[in-house]
Structures are given as C-alpha cells and as structure tokens.
Nanobody, 124 residues
Framework: QEHLVESGGGLVQAGGSLRLTCTTSGRAFSSYTMGWFRQAPGKEREFVAAITAIGGVTDHADSVKGRFTADRDYAKNTLYLIMNNLKPEDTAVYYC?????????????????WGQGTQVTVSS
C-alpha cells in the first residue's frame, strides 16, 4: 500500500503561480508512474499531467500545456506540479496518483493509489 499526501494548494489570483507537492511513503516510488488529476465541483475527475518512472516521460493535458509542469525527485520520493499563469478555470481539488505500470494513461481508474487532494482556488 502506497501512502500519498498532497500539499501546496491555496488561493491565488489569476496569472499567479503555485507548486503542488505529493510526498509518498517511498516503498516503490521509483517504479511508479505518477500523475496529477483534478476535480471541480459537479465535474468528473480529469487528467492534468503525469510522469513515468523509467525515462521520466511526461504528458500534460492540452488545457495546461505550456503552463503546468510535472516533475519528480527520486531522492525525496516526491512528485511536483509547477503551475504558472493560473486561470479561474483551474480551480479544483488536485489529486496525485500512482500507477504500477510504466505508461501514462488518462483514465483515473488505471491508477492504483491516491492522495486525499489539495484545494486550488484561482480568483479572477
């Protein structure tokens, strides 16, 4: 069982930046694909970004490309989401997730472990 904990959310004005952090229990962090998802009120959970364990391959949703970057620190067993030029439509609860296969998929059901989420609110 992998334990994930997100932090770094908060209230920010449009155009601002935040860095989300996901710390893990570290048992198998180096072998998991790590992803970020978000869920706004009344909407389904959606893929934001992910990074593979081997090769560090990344993918980002079209809505965040050029603004968000997923990164990972193997020494710290930590996943990051660097968010720049935030928009009100980025407001959501952000979740990190781990997948025991070294490929990126957009379907949340393909991820095995989840954190509790952190709220990001962007004011206009």
């Amino acid at each position: 069982q992998e334990h994930l904990v997100e932090s770094g959310g908060g209230l920010v004005q449009a155009g601002g930046s935040l860095r989300l952090t996901c710390t893990t229990s570290g048992r198998a962090f180096s072998s998991y694909t790590m992803g970020w998802f978000r869920q706004a009120p009344g909407k389904e959970r959606e893929f934001v970004a992910a990074i593979t364990a081997i090769g560090g391959v990344t993918d980002h949703a079209d809505s965040v490309k050029g603004r968000f970057t997923a990164d990972r620190d193997y020494a710290k067993n930590t996943l990051y989401l660097i968010m720049n030029n935030l928009k009100p439509e980025d407001t959501a609860v952000y979740y990190c997730a781990a997948r025991q296969v070294n490929t990126i998929v957009f379907n949340p059901a393909a991820y095995d472990y989840w954190g509790q989420g952190t709220q990001v609110t962007v004011s206009s």
